[in-house]
């Protein structure tokens, strides 16, 4: 009779957790280049019908903030204010959805790091 008990398989079972640590790993090293490159790019948004405009880097840096001549009033300076937030949280937003799409087509169905793994 065959002997009963320990993992099924027998010594599979290392060689499986070794596979897994390394696609661990080379997923985190995927992801830590994708993050790197996320940072380094740009995220433009309008606001006011392009009246203006707002660039943010993928670290949430504000690299530039253009305005059309005419969106510059005087007596009128809480519209020119609400513009910028506003063109510049579009931006943001812009920025987080291309993070989160970057990052959900690495991880798969893992749901993030760690969240669906089967350890």
Known sequence: MAKRGGFPGGMGMPGNMNNLMKQA???????????????????????????VEVTVTGKKEVTKVKLAEEVVDPDDIEMLEDLIMAATNEALRKMEAETQAVMSKLTGGFGGMGGGLPF
């Open 25 to 51: 790993q080379k997923m985190q090293k995927q992801m830590e280049e994708n993050q790197k490159a996320l940072e380094e790019k740009e995220f433009t948004a309008t606001a006011g019908g392009g009246a």
